[in-house]
């Protein structure tokens, strides 16, 4: 299958600072990628669209201003929590897929986000 | 709005034995199905993925499809210890780019 990776895999920060969470499909050019938030014991929740050279399309009830997304490349695409709060704490996963029309998606490894 | 529903378990199968996980959508317009296999702790692996109704088998799963019921399966046979982990399954609805996830399903093997 194709390869995201995802850097960090964790990080713990004070309140108040931001965080940058980097996504980068290894192995073919990702147009789209996808951000996801997972709670523990929940199931996973789309946050945003990051589309490369455009701006991201965010989900319902995501504050665009609070996760920044920027997708530059073909390869890359990062998200920043900014200004992160206790509430901010939680597994980030991106995804991409090399297919867009079958759809499959192949997930990066995560990065697990505690902000103190 | 576009629901998959799965039942959260866990589903506890002893090791050898058969397990049989479940899926509905809500989205008639749904044209690709995937599973998903999430460690704790892990992020999601894609396990398989099934277009058109029937069957479809890739080494020790199985996964089907029923559009008319809107109900898709994963079968797991000679279940392992390894094999204990949560199973997503997503749906993607065409002119669409994006899956929409199940809670999933817990499976558990016991040796």
């Known amino acids: 299958g194709a390869v995201v990776s995802q850097h960090p895999s964790w990080v713990i920060c004070k309140s108040g600072t931001s965080v940058k969470i980097e996504c980068r499909s290894l192995?073919?050019?990702?147009?789209?990628m996808f951000w996801y938030r997972q709670f523990p014991k929940q199931s996973l929740m789309l946050m945003a669209t990051?589309?490369?050279?455009?701006?991201?399309?965010?989900e319902q009830g995501v504050e665009k201003d609070k996760f920044l997304i920027n997708h530059a490349s073909l390869t890359l695409s990062t998200l920043t929590v900014t200004s992160a709060h206790p509430e901010d704490s939680s597994f980030y996963i991106c995804?991409?897929?090399?297919?867009?029309?079958?759809?499959?998606?192949?997930f990066g490894e995560g990065s697990r986000l505690t902000v103190l | 709005q576009k629901e998959v529903e799965q039942n959260s378990g866990p589903l506890s199968v002893p090791e050898g034995a058969i397990a049989s996980l479940n899926c509905t959508y809500s989205?008639?317009?749904?044209?690709?199905f995937f599973w998903y296999r999430q460690y704790s702790g892990k992020s999601p692996e894609l396990i398989m993925f099934?277009?058109?109704?029937g069957d479809k088998e890739d080494g020790r799963f199985t996964a089907q499809l029923n559009k008319a019921s809107q109900y898709v399966s994963l079968l797991i046979r000679d279940s392992q210890p390894s094999d204990s982990a949560t199973y997503l399954c997503a749906v993607k609805a065409a002119g669409y780019s994006t899956l929409t996830f199940g809670k999933g399903t817990m499976l558990l093997v016991s040796p």
């Open positions: 989205d008639r317009g749904s044209q690709s």
């Open positions: 995804s991409a897929s090399p297919a867009a029309n079958t759809g499959e998606l192949f």
């Open positions: 192995d073919f050019q990702a147009t789209t």
């Open positions: 990051s589309n490369e050279g455009s701006k991201a399309t965010y």
């Open positions: 099934i277009y058109s109704n």
